[in-house]
Nanobody, 123 residues
């Protein structure tokens, strides 16, 4: 019922920047929150940043990205962005988009995940 489409990943040199985008489509009544998670090989998937959508006002960041990454959302476009500045090799991972979506007023929201996009930071 809901699909997430990610874009913006790629290869960048240390100190550079990338901007990830994720658009949700399908049967969407409302989106409560959207966020980004990442997973490096052999590591657990971890929260990068999460933001409340629409009238929900909150933002969470992993300590490792505070001051470097900025998450924003465009509720009208059902889209979330992750501006990544001052990238480090340790930021290399597959980045996954997540959205907490309600598809109907009759049922509660549930989580949806994108397929992931590779971000590689070279030194």
């Amino acid at each position: 019922q809901v699909q997430l489409v990610e874009s913006g990943g790629g290869l960048v040199q240390a100190g550079g920047s990338l901007r990830l985008s994720c658009a949700a489509s399908g049967r969407i009544f409302s989106i409560d929150a959207m966020g980004w998670y990442r997973q490096a090989p052999g590591k657990q998937r971890e929260l990068v940043a999460r933001v409340g959508s629409g009238g929900l006002g909150f933002t969470n960041y992993a300590d490792s990205v505070k001051g470097r990454f900025t998450i924003t959302e465009d509720n009208a476009k059902n889209t979330v962005y992750l501006q990544m500045n001052s990238l480090k090799p340790e930021d290399t991972a597959v980045y996954y988009c997540n959205a907490d979506v309600r598809t109907t007023v009759l049922r509660p929201s549930r989580d949806y995940w994108g397929p992931g996009t590779q971000v590689t930071v070279s030194s």
